[in-house]
């Protein structure tokens, strides 16, 4: 059974930090592409950023293109997204995704 536990969420004023990790198991992490995604209260999940198998291949949204990193560590079965010069509209609750599967999320508010 696919298991994605992501932590690391809180409250940080505009212009903080945050780094969101995702424990997986259940499936072999280091052969999946792995994604994080993310939906605002009243809005669509929007996709943020995937990392291919091996980590050297990024992908993100525009939204967060040059202050988010998403990196993995395939030893640790681990995800993570690095996250620099928040800002009030990355407020939402974030999930990791591997294929069809979700975590339970982690909420991420950015408020002064």
């Known amino acids: 059974e696919v298991q994605l536990v992501e932590s690391g969420g809180g409250m940080v004023q505009p212009g903080g930090s945050l780094r969101l990790s995702c424990a997986a198991s259940?499936?072999?992490?280091?052969?999946?592409?792995m994604s994080w995604v993310r939906q605002a209260p009243g809005k669509e999940v929007e996709w943020i950023s995937s990392i291919a198998t091996g980590g050297p291949s990024t992908f993100y949204a525009a939204s967060v293109k040059g202050r988010f990193t998403i990196s993995r560590d395939n030893d640790k079965n681990t995800l993570y997204l690095q996250m620099n010069n928040l800002k009030p509209e990355d407020t939402a609750v974030y999930y990791c995704n591997v294929d069809a599967d979700w975590g339970l999320g982690t909420q991420v508010t950015v408020s002064s």
């Open positions: 259940g499936f072999t992490f280091s052969t999946y592409d």
